[in-house]
């Protein structure tokens, strides 16, 4: 790390509502795991946007090159029998 | 004055001068995640505010609002212990106040559910998880700078020896408090003493930081017998709005 007295970056996700998955709201600094969760709770759950937190280090997050946008997403673009668009899905059956 | 309503303005006096110091630190605090979390702390409190000093201009009858009691007292008029009134000087001092008021407010609000006051149970219910999730908050931060580098344990031992004397004025006791007692709104403060003192002992050796030994305890906020020459300066921060456009809204 360049600066030592800089926090580590996390990634912060929140669940809203039970069912759903967590998803990624943003990041922010913090000394440890247990300080980037209150941090999250007091960032990014202020107006009842959560019932649960996940925090992961940014550095820990391996990610997808943009340069390598064609040969990983373009060959699905054509394939559109891979969307379940044909199916009518109950209501009853919640998000999916 | 009915001992009710000077009981209740001391609760009401401890959020909100506690609340409008904390709310000093919105914009300049150390880092942007501090600072939200200290904005969130301060209105957490003026919250409670206006349910305690709600309740109080009730039950005094005299048609004032839990505003006017706020914005239109003069210093004399006010019941806060002076450990909250005195300025935040640095985070390090911020936080340590912080954290012994949570660690006295826990105790306290949980024994107040328990209020043979309906309408004081309900405030204490709801106020208690803020607090213990700024005592939470507040110990760990304590905790984190005491026993970081020698800077900040530094600081964090001159904010402790700073606020140290004035810790003792949560745990006097007056006709005010005996009253509330025997009609079992409230317990004697001096009961939560040793919980207050565990909390607090247990987490300043955990910060590697070192209580005095002096037993002196400045006093006369909570009686309104005498406030530090720093409150005034505080209110009319805060009140200059109220006093410069009286009954001024939007």
Avoid at chain 2, 153 to 165: E, F, G, I, T
């Amino acid at each position: 790390m360049s600066n030592s007295k800089e926090w580590p970056l996390w990634e912060v996700f929140i669940r809203g509502q039970h069912g759903m998955s967590h998803r990624h709201v943003g990041s922010l600094h913090a000394t440890d795991a247990e300080h980037a969760i209150k941090n999250a709770r007091d960032v990014y759950t202020r107006r009842n946007e959560g019932v649960s937190i996940w925090v992961v280090q940014a550095k820990d997050i391996a990610a997808s090159s943009p340069s390598d946008k064609g040969p990983l997403f373009e060959p699905a673009s054509d394939k559109i029998y891979r969307h379940p668009t044909f199916y009518d899905i109950p209501d009853e059956a919640g998000n999916m | 004055m009915k001992p009710l309503f000077e009981f209740l303005l001391r609760q009401g006096d401890n959020a909100l001068v506690l609340g409008h110091r904390t709310s000093e630190w919105c914009g300049t605090a150390p880092a942007l995640e501090e600072d939200i979390a200290l904005a969130n702390t301060a209105l957490d409190l003026i919250g409670q505010t206006q349910l305690w000093l709600g309740y109080a201009a009730e039950v005094e009858g005299a048609g004032r609002s839990a505003d006017d009691l706020a914005y239109l007292r003069d210093v004399y008029d006010f019941r806060n212990i002076l450990m909250l009134e005195v300025p935040n000087e640095d985070f390090g001092r911020t936080v340590m106040r912080q954290f012994l008021f949570d660690a006295f407010q826990v105790p306290w609000l949980t024994a107040l559910c328990e209020s043979a006051d309906e309408h004081i149970a309900a405030i204490a219910a709801k106020s208690l998880k803020e607090a213990l999730y700024h005592l939470e908050r507040s110990a760990e931060t304590v905790v984190a700078l005491g026993d970081g580098t020698d800077d900040s344990n530094k600081r964090m031992q001159s904010a402790l020896d700073v606020l140290w004397p004035y810790t003792g004025e949560h745990f006097l006791q007056d006709d005010v408090d005996n009253t509330m007692f025997k009609a079992k709104i409230a317990p004697l403060p001096v009961s939560l003493k040793p919980e207050w003192e565990s909390t607090v002992r247990s987490t300043l050796n955990d910060a590697n930081l070192k209580i005095t030994d002096s037993t002196f305890a400045h006093s006369g906020g909570r009686t309104g017998f005498r406030h530090t020459e720093h409150l005034g300066h505080m209110l009319a921060t805060m009140q200059v709005l109220q006093r410069s456009y009286p009954g001024a809204t939007w």
